[in-house]
Each structure stands twice: as C-alpha cells, then as structure tokens.
C-alpha cells in the first residue's frame, strides 16, 4: 500500500485519525520524557539537601501563592558571570523535594536559588513588607499582608506532610506530629523568610566552598 | 478535492439538508472576546505594575505574582480556547454537512467552559496556585477541564463521524490533534495529590518535574496556540479569500510532521538547566526541524491568497488573516533561533522570551482570531458588519501595538542578557542586577504603550461586533446538497 492510499484510509476515517494522532504525538513522550522519570540519578539528593521542615515547607507554599516565582528563578546555569553573580551553579540533586520544581523562566528580580544566608531574617522582613525601604530603585511588589497572618493558617500542615510522606519525603512521625506547634507564634513571614534562607544550602560544604 | 467544495458557493434554493447549530457558536464569540479585554486588560495593569510597583494599592489580589496568571489563564483558556471551541463548531458542520452531534452537549461545554474560567481566574487571584505555568489552575479545576475537554471531544468527533462528505477536512485534524493532544498533555502534567480543595503537590518532583512541564507547556503552545488556530487558518482563508488550499498535499505532510516534531522540543525550555544533556540536545534538533513544516504551512497559506490580493484591498478580516501568517512566519523562524544554546543563553529568564511569546500571541493569534470573527459575525447573523473604517482602524492599531511590544521586548531582552552575561578582563561582572532593572524602564514603558494600543484596538471591536450582533439572532442556515463524487457511499463506515 502507497504512503497516500493509507493515508487516504486515515482521512475517511474518524477511528483511525484518532487513532494516529495519539500514536505519532505519543512517541516523543515515550523516547524523551518516560526515560527522565525513570532515570534514578536524578531523584538522589545532594548531602545537605533535606526535606522542608513544616515552618520551611509553609513558606515555600507562601512563595508559591504569591507566585514569587513569575519574577524570581531558581536556577544557576553553569556560565562563570552566572556563578559569579550568583553562587555555585544548580544540580539536580538539590531539587529532589521540590514539588513542583521552582525554576522558573523568567528574571525581573535576581535568582534566588542560593539566597539562603545572604541577608539577616531582618532584611528580608523589611524587605518583603516594602522592598523600596531597602532597595529605593526596587519594581518589586511589597507583601505587607505577609505580616499580619498567622502561619499556622497557611492550609493543613499535617495533611500536607502526610501527603508529601505518600511521595516519599522521609518524614518521622515526631516530625509530623510536632508540625503544628513548630508553626505556633509564627506570621507568614517569618515562614517564608525561613524557606529563603534554606534555598541554595544543600551542597557538600567542598562545592559550596 | 475537499477544499474546492468548501469553497464553493451556495446556492440557497437548493439547501435541503440538516440546520446548522450556530446560536451556540454566537455565545462563544461573545464570552472570548469578554475575556479578551479582560485579560488584556490585566496584562496592560501588569505591565504598568513594572513601571510603577506601588499600584497594586497593597491589595493582594492585584499583586503582580497573582495577576500575571490571570492574564497568561484567561487569555489562553479564556479568549483562545472558547475562540478555538466557537470555530471548530462552525467550521465541522459545514466541513461535514451536518448539524453538531448533540447540541444539548455543545451547549453545556460553553457554559461549562466559561465557569471554569470565571471560578478559575478568582481561584488564582485567591492564591491558589500550581507555579507549573499554563497549569496554574488547581486540581478540582485540572478534573473540571478534562471533563469539559472531553465532552468537546464527543461533540466534534461526534460530528465528524456523522459526517456526509467522505474525506475529512484538513481544519479538522488541527482542531482534532487539539483535543487530543491537550488531553494527553493536560492530564500527564497535573498528575499531583490533593491535600485540601485548594492544595496538591506534583507527582513528579525537581528536574523530572520540570521535564514534564515543559513537555506540556510547550506543547500547549504547540497544539493549543499553535495547532488549533492552524485549524482556523485552514478553514477560514481558504473559505474567506475563495480559493481552494494552494497545496493539499503539503498539507497532509505537514501535518503529521509538525504532530510529530514539537513534542520533543520542550526540553529547549530548560537549556543549562540541571537536566540530561541528551534530552537538551535533542530538543534543539527537533526545534529545528520544527521550522519545516511551520513556513511550509505558512507558505501553502500565503500561496492560497496570492491570486486573491485585490480583496486585501478592501477586507479587513482578510488583511488581519493575511498579517497573522507572516507573525506566525516570525515567531517559528525565532523560536528555532532561540532554541540554539548559544543564543538561549542569552534569550532566557529575559524579556526576549516575553517579545517571542507576545509576536506569537498577539500578531499570531489574536489577529487570525480577530479575522475570523469579522468575517463569522457578519454571515451568523446575516447583516453586514456594523463599520468596516471601524475594522480598519482596529488593523493598524493592531499592527502598531504589536510591533511596538516586539521591538521594546528585543531591547530590552537582548540587553538584559548581554549585560547580565559581560564579565571584564578579570573576571568580575560589569553590571549589578540592579543597574540592568533600572535600565528597563524606557522599555516597559514603551510595551505599556504598545498593550495601551493593542486595547484599545480589541475595545473598538468588541463595540463594532456588538453593534454587528445587537437585536439579531443567527440565521437559519442549511447544508447544502452533497457532490457525489464526495459523498460517503455504504461500504464506508465512519
Ligand atoms: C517552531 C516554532 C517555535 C519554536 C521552536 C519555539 C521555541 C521557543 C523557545 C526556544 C523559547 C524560549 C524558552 C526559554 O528560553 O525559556 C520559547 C518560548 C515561548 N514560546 Fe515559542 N517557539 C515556537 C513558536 C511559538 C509560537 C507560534 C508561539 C505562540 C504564541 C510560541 C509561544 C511561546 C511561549 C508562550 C513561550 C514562553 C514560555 C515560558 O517561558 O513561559 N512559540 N519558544
Ligand atoms: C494588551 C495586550 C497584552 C499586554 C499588555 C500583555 C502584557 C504582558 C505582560 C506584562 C506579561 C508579563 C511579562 C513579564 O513577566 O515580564 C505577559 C506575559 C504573557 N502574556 Fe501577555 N500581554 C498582552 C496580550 C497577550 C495575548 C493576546 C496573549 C496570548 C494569546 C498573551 C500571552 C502571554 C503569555 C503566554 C505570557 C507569559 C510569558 C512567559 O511566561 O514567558 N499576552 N503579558
């Protein structure tokens, strides 16, 4: 059969359009991606790199409510001004409990995967209540909201843990059991600042240098 | 062939077979060119937002981070999709010969569609919100979508099967691969746990997690912005200029090689980022290969009204079609350029992706949209359009908006990149982070602009497509009596 009698088949018939279309689309999923999710490599993490603590894991949640990430990458690319700029570039390895992943693919305010340590808990209290007190020129939004909830309203936080535990992040039961009272006292901001100054300190102290 | 019956005329008196369904196509107009302004609206507010960071006003929920998915949802899902919905019933009734397979169904997928949209865009404003972009939407509504997506599938394959012309219509496998494909994409993607109603965390975690998304995230532009708008191309000007399509056969090869190509090249997405080289590598490859069938199908368009032009003159819904073809013609030929590491290097995190995406989004596929509809409305309701002078200012408004947005986006990409990358003789880096941020003001300014512009354009047509449809129901339009020599015989079954 000639490549156009078949294809004269397929477009006098609905079945098999379909039909072809799910196979020659399927394809590059099935070469390129499958082999990523199941290359094991990738899901080993770096020596420091732990899940989030539930205060850490509350932030990060801020974070992505805030959609801080539509300005703000977490990712170093291996080039020296980017390693200059920024710190030692990104692995794959640090990345492991980061549900979704935080990349990011756009940079109108820096990358803030190695920010952990950088600042004082101050600065980032001043700065996230109004960027402009500390940074005049800052186009950064203020979240001066941040300071008036109460962490522990920031969703389910033993529900969540219990989720992530599901998908294989090593949480003790302690752990779990301690989450609410960790948040207790705490406002948003205090959580997010805390998830700021863990990013970036998974590496072996030897790269981190 | 196929194309030559379509566009031929009709010839009422004749017209004896089954009523078109096209009230439902109307509605769907009227709620895409709704969500047009308002998320045009918020982009031009997020835009000034750049300029001036205090007019959120404090409030959360005009926060920059909250807004921003509220334009990029509401314009793809909001004014793309019902757009893509509108055309694809108007389109396979006529390239069938048929009613749509139940209109009770269509109905509900518009009104279905449009709630999830609304809830949806106050669901991000609220902060509920995936990160994964394109996929911000949470999981009650990722259930919802696929819900509603498959009911579309049912009544457009549905229709296609009850089909009277043999052969189906090149349109149809664009809208067709749509359906499907973004099922596919849609459902792998937001695979995640629910925590609370407004809470779940992915199945898949750091670089897997970003591999699938961007599986997904460029293929929805891929088959969404992309594919299905082909869709429209391949009905409308063939259907709008009167020729039939210059090439079937580049159609046909097309097609499948472009089904077949994007796929892969999500990963360019991700160039230096902590994922396999491999998958980087390839993704560029495919990338480029991708520039074939995209100026292919861009020729075989431009070709099928080259013995028209005389009508360009005169027709702003042919003019805005004939423009979109040479920006989508841009945006393929740059997103190829931008796929090589040398020069992603500098184009990511930048404002360079912002000028690539807005080329595409707003000289491809607003304006192929805009001309589909002032030459839909018109014909649904049977009366001429309200102001062509109108139509013709909303092209050139058009035309200026977006070539301004594109031209401030290159300088202010390719600087950013350039600055951020330039390291003097020992190595230090020239530029602070901040001195770059300051040097972007003349450029937002001018995209501020350029959004201001475009707006203004879509406003004037909201008005003139409301005078257009104002007091008139659609008319009773019939297909008309098949040819035989493309009429389904016995032994062939849909
Ligand atoms: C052959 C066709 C195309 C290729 C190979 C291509 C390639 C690319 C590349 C390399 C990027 C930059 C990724 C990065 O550095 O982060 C990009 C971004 C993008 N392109 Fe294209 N492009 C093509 C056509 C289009 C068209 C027609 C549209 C229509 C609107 C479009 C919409 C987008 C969007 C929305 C993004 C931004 C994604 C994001 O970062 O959020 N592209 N494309
Ligand atoms: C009045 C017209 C428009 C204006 C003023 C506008 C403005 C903007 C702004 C300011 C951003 C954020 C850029 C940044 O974060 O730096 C954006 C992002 C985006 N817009 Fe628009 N926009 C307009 C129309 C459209 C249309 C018609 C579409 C789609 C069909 C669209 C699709 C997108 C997408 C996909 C993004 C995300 C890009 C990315 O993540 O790389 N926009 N727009």
Redesign the interface.
């Known amino acids: 059969m000639s490549a156009l009698s078949l294809h004269k088949k397929i477009e006098e018939n609905t079945g098999l359009l379909i039909f072809g279309i799910l196979l020659v689309s399927a394809i590059g999923g099935l070469v390129q991606i499958l082999p990523v999710l199941n290359q094991k490599s990738l899901e080993e993490p770096t020596v420091n790199t732990k899940p989030y603590s539930a205060i850490e894991l509350t932030g990060r949640d801020i974070y992505m409510r805030e959609g801080c990430s539509v300005c703000h990458s977490q990712q170093i690319r291996p080039l020296i001004a980017e390693v200059e700029r920024y710190g030692p570039y990104s692995r794959a390895g640090e990345f492991v409990y980061d549900r979704p992943f935080m990349w990011g693919s756009k940079r109108t305010g820096p990358d803030l995967h190695r920010i952990g340590g950088k600042y004082t808990d101050d600065w980032h209290r001043i700065h996230l209540i109004d960027p402009r007190t500390v940074v005049p020129e800052s186009i950064m939004p203020g979240y001066p909201w941040l300071a008036e909830r109460a962490a522990s309203e920031t969703g389910n936080i033993v529900a969540k843990m219990t989720a992530l535990r599901k998908l294989g992040h090593p949480y003790t039961d302690a752990q779990i059991a301690a989450a609410e009272s960790d948040l207790e006292g705490l406002m948003e901001i205090d959580a997010l600042t805390a998830y700021l100054q863990i990013l970036g300190t998974g590496l072996d102290e030897e790269i981190a240098r | 062939m196929t194309s030559a019956t379509i566009a031929q005329g009709h010839d009422p008196l004749a017209e004896t077979g089954e009523v078109y369904e096209d009230a439902v196509v109307i509605r769907l107009i009227q709620f895409s060119v709704l969500w047009a302004v308002v998320a045009m609206t918020a982009g031009v507010y997020i835009s000034a937002?750049?300029?001036w960071?205090?007019i959120?006003l404090?409030q959360?929920w005009l926060?920059?981070?909250?807004l921003?998915?509220l334009h990029t949802n509401g314009i793809i899902f909001g004014f793309g999709v019902s757009a893509l919905m509108a055309t694809a019933f108007y389109s396979v009734q006529r390239t069938s010969h048929v009613r749509l397979f139940s209109p009770a169904l269509a109905w509900f997928c518009c009104y279905a569609w449009q709630l999830v949209v609304l809830l949806g865009g106050l669901s991000l404003l609220a902060?509920?919100?995936?990160?994964?972009?394109y996929a911000e939407l949470e999981w009650p509504f990722d259930i919802a979508i696929a819900v509603v997506w498959v009911i579309f599938g049912v009544v457009f394959?549905g229709t296609?099967?009850r089909r009277k012309i043999?052969?189906?219509y090149i349109s149809n496998?664009f809208y067709?691969?749509l359906i499907?494909?973004i099922a596919?994409l849609h459902i792998?993607n937001n695979l995640a746990?629910?925590?609370?109603v407004?809470?779940s965390?992915?199945?898949?975690?750091?670089?897997?997690?970003?591999?699938?998304?961007w599986?997904y995230g460029h293929n929805a532009v891929g088959?969404l912005l992309t594919g299905g708008f082909l869709g429209m191309m391949y009905y409308f000007l063939p259907k709008h200029s009167g020729r039939p399509i210059w090439s079937y056969r580049l159609s046909?090869v097309a097609f499948?090689a472009f089904?077949?190509?994007?796929?892969?090249a999500g990963?360019h997405?991700?160039?230096?980022?902590?994922?396999?080289e491999w998958?980087q590598s390839?993704?560029v490859v495919?990338s480029v290969i991708l520039l074939a069938p995209s100026w292919a199908t861009m020729i075989n368009g431009i070709m099928t009204v080259s013995t028209a032009w005389e009508k360009l003159k005169t027709d702003p819904a042919l003019k805005f079609i004939v423009l979109s073809l040479a920006f989508y013609g841009l945006a393929t030929f740059e997103g190829p350029m931008m796929s090589f590491p040398s020069v992603n290097?500098v184009s990511?995190?930048?404002d360079w992706?912002?000028g690539h995406v807005h080329s595409g989004a707003l000289g491809w596929n607003a304006m192929i949209t805009y001309g589909t509809f002032y030459f839909m409305v018109p014909r649904l309701v049977g009366a001429p359009l309200h102001s062509v002078r109108l139509a013709n200012i909303h092209f050139a408004l058009a035309l200026a908006g977006t070539m301004l947005y594109i031209v401030a986006m290159w300088g202010a990409g390719v600087s950013?990149g350039l600055l951020?990358?330039?390291?003097d003789e020992i190595?230090?880096?020239s530029f602070s982070?901040?001195d770059v941020?300051?040097s972007m003001q003349p450029f937002y300014a001018l995209r501020l602009i350029a959004g201001l512009i475009f707006l203004t354009g879509t406003l004037l047509m909201t008005y003139n497509l409301f005078k257009t449809l104002a007091g008139r129901q659609a008319v009773v339009a019939k297909a008309p009596p098949v040819d035989p020599a493309y009429a389904i015989n016995k032994e062939?079954?849909?």
Not at chain 2, 63 to 66: E, L, P, Y
Not at chain 2, 201 to 213: C, I, K, M, N, R
Not at chain 2, 420 to 423: A, F, G, I, K, T
Request: glycine fraction near 6%; proline fraction near 6%; charge should be neutral.
């Open positions: 937002e750049l300029l960071p205090t959120d404090g959360f926060s920059f981070g909250r921003r998915p902060g509920w919100n995936t990160t994964k972009e394959f296609i099967a043999r052969p189906i496998w067709g691969a499907i494909v596919m792998v746990i629910p925590v609370t407004d809470k965390y992915s199945l898949y975690a750091g670089a897997q997690d970003a591999v699938v998304q599986w088959f046909v499948w089904t077949y190509s994007y796929i892969w990963p997405h991700l160039h230096y980022n902590a994922i396999p998958v390839l993704s495919m290097v990511h995190f930048t992706t912002i950013q951020w990358l330039s390291v190595g230090e880096l982070f901040k941020m300051t062939v079954t849909a």
